[in-house]
Each structure stands twice: as C-alpha cells, then as structure tokens.
C-alpha cells in the first residue's frame, strides 16, 4: 500500500451518465452538491434534491414524447438548472446539444439546424435572441430556466412540477449510445458537430479523476 491509497475510492467501474445522479443521491444524499447566489446569499443544493430535480425534468420529456436518438440543446450561463438539464436530457434516453454561449445568433441557429435539435433549454438572458432566430423546423419546444420572461415558452419549473407527479420509468441506457454531440467554435466557419466523444462510454472515461 502506498501513501495515495488510503484517499482513494473503491473503483465502480464505467457506467452511463444517466445512472450518476441516481448513485451520488445513494452515497451522498443530504450533503451540498453545489451552492447558487439568490437573493443576496448563497443556498446549498443537496445531491438528493438534485436528483429530484433531474429526475422530475427527465420524466416530464418522456411524457412528451422524447425518445432514444433524440436530439435536446442546451444553452445558457453556468447554473444548476443547465447541469439539471443536461443530466436529466442523459437519464430520459436522449442526447445532449451544449450550445456555446458565446456564439452569435447565426451561430447557435446553425448548431440547432444542424443537429435536428426538438427542444431548447435556455435562460432569460438568451431567450429573446432564440425566438428572434429565423424558423428552426425541428424545434418544437423552448424551455426557461427562468420564470420571470415576457417571451412565449414553457417554464423549467412549470416542468419540473408536473415531472414530479409523473410515475414513469427510465431504461438503462447502454454505454455505446450517443451522449453528446459536441460542436466545434467555427473558427474558419460555422461550428462542425465533434465525434470526438460520442459515446457514454468515451464521456464518462473524460469525466473520472482520482480522488487524492
């Protein structure tokens, strides 16, 4: 045994990201995944209310119909409702569309067009610049991770209500699907979708580091 070993975890192997949320609420339940600024101070977020809320969002796109091969954006500032999306996105069987959001408005339409998204999950802050984007075809739904918006589109925490009263079961998802598709800055261009780790397998190798 060297110095390192007694700091490190026990090796659960490689599985999807669909099944992190589920795991982490086991290990760590009530503990802080993570902590937001509202109001003028900082609130704490449990790895099981986390879990909660990814699973309420998963199975409301499930009620609406989102399938194995479907394809979700995401775009917006780094909060816990784009990580909620993103995993719940994971967990409903889909894959996920990370929209940079430094790209300009014909920009993320490209990356939209481009990759058959059906649905959108964006912030306030990019809510207008979306619904001003010339016709999507495929996009049939805009989420808000925010409630106080004029725009017309569906509320995060509307979804995450009705998700909650929702009794619907999530398959298990197999480490070779599509996870993401990651799209590139265009910098001699518009963006290109990168296959550079497109497999649940691929994604959660990037994602694991040793605990020292």
């Given at each position: 045994m060297n110095e390192y070993d007694s700091h490190l975890r026990d090796d659960r192997g490689i599985f999807p990201l669909s099944e992190l949320v589920e795991r982490s609420a086991k290990d760590f339940s009530d503990l802080p995944i993570m902590?937001?600024?509202?109001?003028?101070?900082?609130?704490?977020?449990?790895?099981?209310?986390?879990?909660?809320?990814?699973?309420?969002?998963?199975?409301?796109?499930?009620?609406?119909?989102?399938?194995?091969?479907?394809?979700?954006?995401?775009?917006?500032?780094?909060?816990r409702e784009w990580a909620a999306s993103y995993l719940a996105i994971q967990t409903?069987?889909?894959?996920?569309?990370p929209v940079d959001s430094m790209l300009p408005a014909p920009g993320?339409?490209?990356?939209?067009?481009?990759?058959?998204?059906?649905?959108?999950?964006?912030?306030?802050?990019?809510?207008?610049?979306?619904?001003?984007?010339?016709?999507?075809p495929s996009l049939k739904t805009i989420i808000s991770f925010d409630d106080n918006?004029?725009?017309?589109?569906?509320?995060?925490?509307?979804?995450?209500?009705?998700?909650?009263?929702?009794?619907?079961?999530?398959?298990?998802?197999?480490?070779?699907?599509?996870?993401?598709?990651?799209?590139?800055?265009g910098t001699t261009g518009h963006s290109k979708g990168s296959d550079a780790f497109p497999s649940q397998h691929h994604l959660e190798c990037s994602l694991r580091l040793p605990d020292l």
């Open positions: 902590r937001t600024w509202e109001d003028e101070e900082y609130r704490a977020i449990t790895y099981r209310q986390f879990r909660d809320m990814v699973f309420a969002i998963a199975r409301w796109l499930l009620f609406k119909g989102i399938k194995e091969g479907d394809h979700i954006g995401v775009l917006g500032e780094n909060r409903a069987g889909a894959a996920v569309i993320i339409r490209h990356v939209l067009m481009d990759s058959n998204s059906k649905m959108l999950f964006t912030s306030a802050k990019f809510l207008s610049l979306v619904n001003e984007l010339e016709e999507i918006v004029e725009e017309s589109c569906t509320l995060l925490s509307d979804v995450i209500k009705a998700g909650a009263d929702l009794d619907l079961k999530f398959r298990k998802r197999d480490l070779s699907e599509i996870a993401a598709i990651l799209y590139t800055s």
